[in-house]
């Protein structure tokens, strides 16, 4: 009877074996082309019921010194960071350091009072309507290579003179909520938020290789640079300059994550309570239900749940994805700007939960938080517009910057910043689309006056003509 057992036991254990090195080799499949020593590529990992089941390394951490990519190196994860700035602020709830349904003014006095109140809820929620200080640096013609830090960012917001919508009327991603939350840390703990997150979170998880990054000229070992392939089949790095963090900016490792994705099952960190709010989608003012909780998105892949979020930042791409129900985790760290990150990780998905699909719908892609502008014409006659009228510099104190708008070729043209000037397409009578978005004139006696602007989700943003 035990030689019996003992066969079943041995059976078992290789079927098992087998079957992951046939799924280790479909994922080698997925990054064959950053297998090699010249080449930046990813770090993966696959969890099941708990345990790192599968870890791959694909190309090189650092092509100056051909470092090789590995399970320890230490990646900047972008946008993937928001889940460990909404804990950080989950357990000040907790510890009644805070209240969710605060007014941010309480804490940051300076934000602009809009008249309507913007609570810590709506910051985690994405739906406060603050406009992304990323966008207006972007606006503004400075380079996220440049250094900047959250004091930068809310200097941005002190600046604007309305909101994208009422406070709780919709959800829009806006990374100025998660820079806000880590300043709100910083002023309620006692501490900065990277050292509350070591104590409350990342020492009693053993994540020993993760922090928040608030200091870039720091030494790291480890460290993962990021690059951008050039059309010759070179690469070239992006600097990585700036302080800012809590919408961002956090360092770790495939191991590290592991000890996180476990703290879901495990509770070390928080007990249920912390994981009981931080699973807990948002609700807008109407009573709909957002698929976005605290840091981490809820969906479905092809009928089975999700929670789950990306980071996209300077060439890093990276995707976190948990599927409750089967158990599976799947992380994709890559340190190349052309890298899909989500792409890869749900067809790393493919392989193991092919026989669990309920929907058998073709693999999503990566979705952009960059909303579209339908660029229609009515059917009016523009023949006597004078394209002439709108010509001229403009000036927006809000982004303290000047946008010309000049005429070539009976083509009307803004230049935005230091970019490539846009051309405009009429809408309607003083109306008119760009690429990015809308831009509306305004006149006083029939004369233009200024413009405002829609552009990349930020709304009404005013200019002047100087």
């Known amino acids: 009877m035990k030689k019996k057992i003992l066969l079943l036991t041995f059976i078992s254990l290789y079927l098992t074996s087998f079957g992951q090195l046939i799924e ?27 345990k790192l089941i599968i870890s791959k390394n694909y190309g ?26 909404a804990a950080c602020i989950a357990l000040l709830s907790i510890e009644g350091k805070i209240g969710l349904d605060d007014n941010i003014r309480n804490y940051l006095p300076e934000i602009p009072d809009y008249g309507k109140e913007i609570t810590i809820k709506h910051l985690l929620h994405h739906t406060s309507g603050l406009r992304d200080y990323l966008v207006l640096m972007y606006l503004s013609g400075e380079s996220f290579e440049d250094y900047f830090s959250i004091n930068d960012g809310i200097k941005k917001l002190e600046k604007q003179k309305s909101l994208n919508f009422s406070p709780g009327e919709k959800h829009q991603y806006s990374n100025s909520g998660y820079m806000l939350l880590a ?27 993760t922090f928040f990054n608030d200091d870039h000229k720091q030494i790291t070992k480890n460290r993962v640079i990021s690059y951008h392939p050039q059309d010759d089949g070179t690469f070239k790095r992006f600097l990585q300059n700036f302080d800012a963090l809590g919408d961002g900016n956090l360092l770790t490792t495939i191991n590290d994550l592991v000890l996180w994705d476990q703290n879901f099952s495990t509770q070390i960190v928080g007990g249920r309570k912390l994981n009981d709010i931080i699973l807990s989608p948002g609700v807008l003012n109407n009573g709909d239900t957002l698929q976005y909780a605290f840091g981490l998105i809820h969906e479905e892949y092809k009928g089975l749940k999700t929670i789950s979020h990306s980071g996209g930042m300077l060439g890093f791409n990276t995707q976190y994805i ?45 979705k952009t938080n960059m909303p579209t502008v339908a660029n229609t014409k009515k059917k009016t006659d523009f023949s006597n517009l004078n394209l002439g009228d709108y010509i001229g510099s403009f000036y927006s104190e809000e982004l303290d910057v000047n946008y010309l708008l000049t005429l070539e070729k009976e083509k009307l043209k803004i230049q935005i910043a230091n970019y490539t000037p846009l051309e405009l397409t009429i809408m309607d009578i003083d109306a008119f689309t760009i690429d990015l978005g809308e831009i509306r004139f305004n006149r006083l006696k029939g004369v233009i006056t200024g413009f405002e602007l829609d552009v990349i989700g930020e709304i009404n943003l005013k200019f002047e003509k100087k």
């Open 24 to 50: 280790s080799q479909e994922i080698d499949k997925l990054f064959v082309e950053w297998e090699n020593n010249q080449s930046p590529g990813a770090a993966i990992g696959v969890i099941k019921k708990g």
């Open 60 to 85: 090189i951490a650092n092509l100056d010194y051909g470092i090789p990519i590995t399970i320890d190196s230490k990646f900047y994860i972008a946008s993937t960071s928001k889940q460990f700035t």
């Open 183 to 209: 300043e709100i840390v910083n002023r309620t703990s006692g501490m900065t938020i990277r050292q509350y997150a070591e104590k409350n979170i990342f020492h009693p998880l053993g994540m020993k290789n």
């Open 322 to 366: 948990r599927f409750p129900e089967q158990n599976l985790s799947v992380i994709v760290l890559a340190n190349r700007s052309d890298a899909n990150a989500t792409n890869k990780a749900f067809k790393i998905a493919d392989i193991f939960l092919k026989n669990k699909f309920v929907d058998k719908s073709e693999i999503k892609e990566l």
